[in-house]
């Protein structure tokens, strides 16, 4: 289990750091609350749920507060 951890790890890690405006030399600081908030009305409804067990109705059913502190974490 730890290993596959490590791998998902290292997988996040790459797809972070090659993001637009990201490096390893300057914070990502390009994800903003109305960019957040645009994403998440652009989920398709009625689709199952992931591995996490939120589907796109959650998130857009949700009380707005979830948009900042999903833009926080």
């Given amino acids: 289990?730890?290993?596959?951890?490590?791998?998902?790890?290292?997988?996040?890690?790459?797809?972070?750091?090659?993001?637009?405006?990201?490096?390893l030399d300057l914070e990502c600081d390009t994800i903003t609350i109305n960019s957040v908030g645009s994403n998440i009305n652009k989920l398709q409804s009625g689709k199952a749920a992931g591995v996490d067990g939120i589907e796109a109705e959650h998130l857009k059913l949700a009380h707005p507060k979830v948009v900042t502190l999903l833009c926080t974490l």
């Fill in 1 to 23: 289990m730890y290993t596959q951890f490590a791998f998902l790890k290292q997988e996040f890690m790459q797809s972070y750091y090659d993001y637009p405006h990201c490096s």
